[in-house]
Nanobody
Framework: QVQLVESGGGLVQPGGSLRLSCAAS????????MAWYRQVQGKQREWVAS???????QYVDSVKGRFAISRDNAENTVYLQMNSLKPEDTAVYYC???????????????WGLGTQVTVSS
C-alpha cells in the first residue's frame, strides 16, 4: 500500500518561492499519475497540478506560469516548485495519486496533515 508524506511548506513573502515534496512509500510509484491539491480552511480542496507517467503536466489556470510539477521516479517523489507566490496561494498543500482505477488517498482521514504554505509580508 502506497503512503504519501508532504513536506517543504513554510512562510514566504509575496513574490518568493518554495519547493514542496511528496515522498511515496511502496512500489510502482512510476505507474501512478501524481497530483497536488490545496485547501483553504473552510473551503473545498482544489486540484492544482498533475503529472502523468510520461511526465506530461497540467495546471489550474491560477498557477500556470508560476508553478511547476515534476517527479523523480528513482526517489519515489513528486515535487511542486512554486514561484512568484501570492497571498492567495496560502493553503495546506496535499498530494495524491492514481492508476488503473486505484486512488492512493480515498478517505478524508487518509489525506493527513499536508504541508502549510503561507504567503504573507
Amino acid at each position: 500500500q502506497v503512503q504519501l508524506v508532504e513536506s517543504g511548506g513554510g512562510l514566504v513573502q509575496p513574490g518568493g518561492s518554495l519547493r514542496l515534496s511528496c515522498a511515496a512509500s511502496g512500489s510502482s510509484f512510476s505507474s501512478y499519475v501524481m497530483a497536488w491539491y490545496r485547501q483553504v480552511q473552510g473551503k473545498q480542496r482544489e486540484w492544482v497540478a498533475s503529472i502523468d507517467t510520461d511526465s506530461n503536466t497540467q495546471y489550474v489556470d491560477s498557477v500556470k506560469g508560476r508553478f511547476a510539477i515534476s517527479r523523480d521516479n528513482a526517489e519515489n517523489t513528486v515535487y511542486l516548485q512554486m514561484n512568484s507566490l501570492k497571498p492567495e496561494d496560502t493553503a495546506v498543500y496535499y498530494c495524491n495519486g492514481w492508476r488503473s482505477g486505484i486512488t492512493i488517498r480515498t478517505t478524508e482521514s487518509s489525506w493527513g496533515l499536508g504541508t502549510q504554505v503561507t504567503v504573507s509580508s
